[in-house]
Structures are given as structure tokens and as C-alpha cells.
């Protein structure tokens, strides 16, 4: 499989370039590629919730990464559809420039072929995915999850919620503010997010202490709450924008 996490992340930017340049044919023509392979629907997704898994035990965290590299290590030949609509993408999106993920990087590295070459990175690479799935990721998920699986443009798409997050026309100003929350890196949305949450709960007490209205205060409740346990995704962040903007 070649470079699965580079593929996903350019295709993620391309997505979002062409939406923001409301280019429908540029979309229909990569997607209509994506939507014929499940195999392809399932591993981008698994690059994506990966970012969240989280063990307590390292022991565990270890055996998950030596079954990733066993699953990783199969014969080429049964990759089938999926090295070929990989390749397929990779070729159309030649020219799109990214920035680095350090955890897809991990799992590519994982994914190459064994040789005498790649021993010493394929040992980094499993230190730095133990590393990752043994760091907590705050706050968990809730039983908010329904509302935030389009962690991004193209889970939106693929889980046919497209109309969720992008139902309206967005102005050119809205669109620089969608692409930059969807080229975030993962520490940067945590970070964001976290920084987010802070102002509008702060925001929240400050309107709370001036009013008294029951009513009003009961419902501000029910945001603080909802807002305490979001967990960090592109979606959750731009629901925290729009809330924060409401609040103003």
C-alpha cells in the first residue's frame, strides 16, 4: 500500500481547495474514484480514528502495533482494488503540497515493505505510534458522537452528511475559515479547541452572573455542559466558532 497517510492528506486539501473554489466537477471526478472501494472507505477511516485510540496499559498499546505491522506486512497482492485506486490518486494529486502528519507518517513507514533499509525506521515508527496510542486524548466522546463523525470534508462526504456542516452558501471569508480549520494538524485542533472551550465557558458564567432569568440560566447550563464534554474534531471546532459567535 504506498503512503496511505500522504494520500489521505492530500486528498483532504485538495477537497477543501476545490470546495472553498466551488469547483462540483473537480469533487464529483475524486470522488466517484473513492466511492467505487470500500476497502479504500475503510482504511481512510482508520487512518482517521486512530488519531483518538487511546490504550492505558502499554503492554496493550505494543501487541496493537505489532498486529498493525503483521496486517501491514501481507503479500501486495492482497491489496488488490486498493493499490490501484491508491495509485490512481496519487497521480492526480501529484502536485498538491502538505505538511507533514507524524502519526500517518508512523503508519506509512509501518506499511513499506520489509528490508535491511527500513529496520531502524520501522523501530522509530512503532515507538512513535506506542507513544501516540498511550498519550490520553481529552475530553473522551460522548453520546455526542452521532453529531461529530464528520471529522472531516471527506468523512462528511462519504458518510452522505455532507449537508451537516455545508448546507448553506458560504461567503469568501467563511470559506478561508473552513480551510484553515480542516488544514489544522491534530495537536494544533486539541490545542484550539481547548483554548475555545475556555473563552465561551468564561463568556457563558459572565452572561450567567448578569442575568436573572431562570429560564435563561437553565439554558446556558445545558451549553456548559455540552460544551465541557466536546471532544476535539474539525466539526466540534467549527460548531465552538459558530456558538462563540453566537454568543457575541
Request: glycine share 2%; with cysteine; aromatic share 8%.
Amino acid at each position: 500500500m504506498k503512503k496511505f497517510g500522504i494520500l489521505k492528506t492530500k486528498l483532504l486539501t485538495k477537497l477543501t481547495e476545490s470546495y472553498a473554489k466551488e469547483n462540483k466537477a473537480e469533487i464529483k471526478n475524486i470522488l466517484t474514484i473513492i466511492k467505487e472501494n470500500k476497502s479504500f472507505k475503510e482504511m481512510y477511516l482508520f487512518y482517521e480514528e486512530i488519531e483518538n485510540k487511546y490504550f492505558e496499559d502499554k503492554e496493550t498499546a505494543k501487541l496493537y502495533v505489532e498486529g498493525l505491522s503483521t496486517y501491514f506486512g501481507e503479500p501486495i497482492g492482497n491489496w488488490g482494488k486498493l493499490n490501484m485506486i491508491c495509485e490512481s490518486l496519487h497521480n492526480k494529486l501529484n502536485d498538491v503540497q502538505i505538511e507533514t502528519n507524524v502519526l500517518y507518517e508512523s503508519l506509512d513507514i509501518l506499511s513499506e515493505k520489509d528490508s535491511l533499509s527500513n529496520i531502524e525506521k520501522k523501530v522509530i515508527a512503532k515507538k512513535k505510534l506506542i507513544e501516540h496510542l498511550t498519550t490520553k486524548k481529552e475530553p473522551v466522546k460522548t453520546e455526542t458522537a452521532p453529531l461529530v463523525n464528520n471529522e472531516s470534508l471527506l468523512n462528511a462526504i462519504l458518510a452522505n452528511n455532507f449537508n451537516v456542516l455545508y448546507s448553506n452558501t458560504l461567503n469568501e471569508e467563511q470559506k478561508k475559515e473552513l480551510k484553515n480549520i480542516l488544514s489544522m494538524s491534530y495537536d494544533d485542533l486539541v490545542t484550539k479547541t481547548n483554548e475555545l472551550q475556555e473563552s465561551i465557558l468564561n463568556q457563558v458564567d459572565s452572561i450567567m452572573t448578569e442575568s436573572s432569568d431562570l429560564d435563561m440560566k437553565n439554558k446556558l447550563d445545558d451549553v456548559k455542559k455540552e460544551v465541557n464534554e466536546i471532544s476535539p474534531s474539525r466539526y466540534n471546532y467549527y460548531r465552538l466558532t459558530e456558538l462563540k459567535n453566537g454568543l457575541n
